[in-house]
């Protein structure tokens, strides 16, 4: 896709910021919305002189600011949201505000404004308790956390305004992101920026349970294609409906961890030495976590490129030399 006026909300953030970049490189127009609650500055510094790049400081729960962010824009990628299932139980209102509140507003504000597809970042804690494995798109449970739930209610409320309104909508249930520019700092960083920033100041990282706890580890780029792909689909078939984004391959926590260490270890050779320490289970996390990707290729032609090794690799080079 080139040549189109994109909006990216959470534009600021590890997984906004990318497509930024992105969409900016494949020839289109570029506005961010975000209020820099988790983004940086930095994220947005390599676009800041790009002529294609305008950024909106503001906040997805204003809808003055929504309606200022979606002016002439023909796709949303809507990425703005307060992640983490622990901030979640900490402080369910101000994530169910961002989540579900902030969400309605911005694809109101996109109805109104005309723009033809909304592109909305899903999540895969919206499968809860469902026992099995792989993922499939239809098959859900009951939600673990808050965060979970507000990730669902997105999902019913874009649905909703699919057939109400007529607006394209597509929902892409990501399954934990890695790669540049994700946060290793503060109490909800994810896993792997976390463990990669620990290993290189040669702390021992924790690992919530015994290891085994699994998940669908997914390259940014996978993540990247997915959102391109959605931008362009034309086949009716595929439009308003859910997708599993992920690798579709399962790594353990126990995995990861010696992936991340033996890799780290190739630039500084001590931190062959760090082993894991071990702690309790976090609340609100479902066990394993590992999609179906059958869906997402049958219409979207999704074909997820890095493994999570070959993520790793790049990611844990990113890390070297960026932190
Ligand atoms: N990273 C993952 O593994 C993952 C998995 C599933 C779903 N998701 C979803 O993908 C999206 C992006 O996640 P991420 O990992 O890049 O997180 P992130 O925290 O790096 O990015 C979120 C961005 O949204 C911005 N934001 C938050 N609240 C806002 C508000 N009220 N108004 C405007 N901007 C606001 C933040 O400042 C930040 O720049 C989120 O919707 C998240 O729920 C992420």
């Not at 289970?281 to 999570?308: F, M, Q, W």
Request: glycine share 8%; charged share 25%; hydrophobic share 40%.
């Amino acid at each position: 896709m080139k040549d189109s006026r994109v909006l990216v909300t959470g534009g600021a953030g590890f997984i906004g910021s990318n497509l930024v970049d992105s969409f900016l490189l494949s020839g289109n127009k570029v506005v961010c919305l975000d209020n820099f609650s988790t983004g940086k500055r930095e994220n947005l510094k390599a676009f800041a002189t790009n002529p294609k790049f305008k950024l909106i400081e503001g906040d997805i729960r204003n809808y003055d600011d929504c309606l200022k962010a979606v002016e002439n824009i023909d796709i949303v990628l809507h990425h703005a949201a307060l992640g983490s299932v622990p901030r979640s139980i900490k402080d369910p209102m101000t994530s169910t505000d961002v989540n579900i509140g902030g969400f309605v507003k911005i694809l109101f504000a996109s109805k109104e404004s005309g723009v033809k597809r909304f592109i909305y970042a899903a999540s895969s804690s919206t499968y809860g308790d469902h026992p099995d494995l792989p993922k499939i798109e239809d098959k859900i449970g009951s939600p673990l956390s808050p965060y979970a739930i507000t990730k669902y209610v997105d999902e019913l409320f874009a649905a909703n305004f699919a057939k109400t309104y007529g607006i394209d909508v597509i929902g892409l249930r990501y399954f934990n992101v890695f790669g540049r520019r994700q946060d290793p700092d503060g109490a909800y960083a994810a896993v792997i920026p976390k463990f990669m920033k620990m290993l290189m100041k040669h702390e021992v990282p924790l690992i919530n349970g015994d290891g085994s706890v699994s998940r669908d580890f997914t390259y940014i780029d996978n993540v990247v294609q997915a959102n391109h792909l959605a931008s362009v689909v034309q086949n009716k078939d595929a439009l308003n409906q859910i997708y599993n984004i992920a690798h579709g391959e399962k790594t353990s926590l126990n995995q990861l961890f010696f992936f991340i260490r033996n890799l780290a270890a190739e630039f500084d050779h001590d931190i062959l030495a760090i082993e894991p320490a071990y702690g309790p289970v976090r609340a609100g996390d479902i066990p394993h976590s590992l999609a179906s990707i059958e869906k997402a290729k049958k219409l979207l032609s999704y074909s997820p490129t890095l493994n999570v090794e070959d993520g790793l690799k790049e990611a844990v080079k990113w890390y070297w030399e960026n932190l």
